[in-house]
């Protein structure tokens, strides 16, 4: 499996923007589709943004459409999430994850995790 390690969050002002990074390790990052997806106190986790292997393919929460952005570099073994216009609901804990199978909007479907940023909007 393929270790991760998100980075990047933060306190942000509603209509600001925050990078999310995770670094991947241990196997070969472009063999895998990456997930990030978020889980706000007391709600269950939810996907966000999704990417195939090589990045052309790209898939979003409706919820975050036109707000957010996922990209990869295949380089430098990370994948980024580009967080635009902020809203307080956007607050949570995000979390990316690796597929071997997918792009998958479904949890279940991605094997790795890593351990989570905290990003928190205020009004």
């Known amino acids: 499996q393929v270790q991760l390690v998100e980075s990047g969050g933060g306190l942000v002002q509603a209509g600001g923007s925050l990078r999310l990074s995770c670094a991947a390790s241990?196997?070969?990052?472009?063999?895998?589709?990456m997930g990030w997806f978020r889980q706000a106190p007391g709600k269950e986790r939810e996907f966000v943004a999704a990417?195939?292997?090589?990045?052309?393919?790209?898939y979003y929460a409706d919820s975050v459409k036109g707000r957010f952005t996922i990209s990869r570099d295949n380089a430098k073994n990370t994948v980024y999430l580009q967080m635009n216009s902020l809203k307080p609901e956007d607050t949570a804990k995000y979390y990316c994850?690796?597929?071997?199978?997918?792009?998958?909007?479904?949890?279940?479907?991605?094997?790795?995790w890593g351990q989570g940023t905290q990003v928190t909007v205020s009004s």
């Open positions: 990417i195939m292997w090589g990045g052309g393919t790209t």
């Open positions: 241990g196997r070969t990052f472009s063999n895998y589709a």
């Open positions: 994850a690796a597929s071997r199978l997918w792009a998958s909007r479904r949890s279940d479907d991605y094997t790795s």
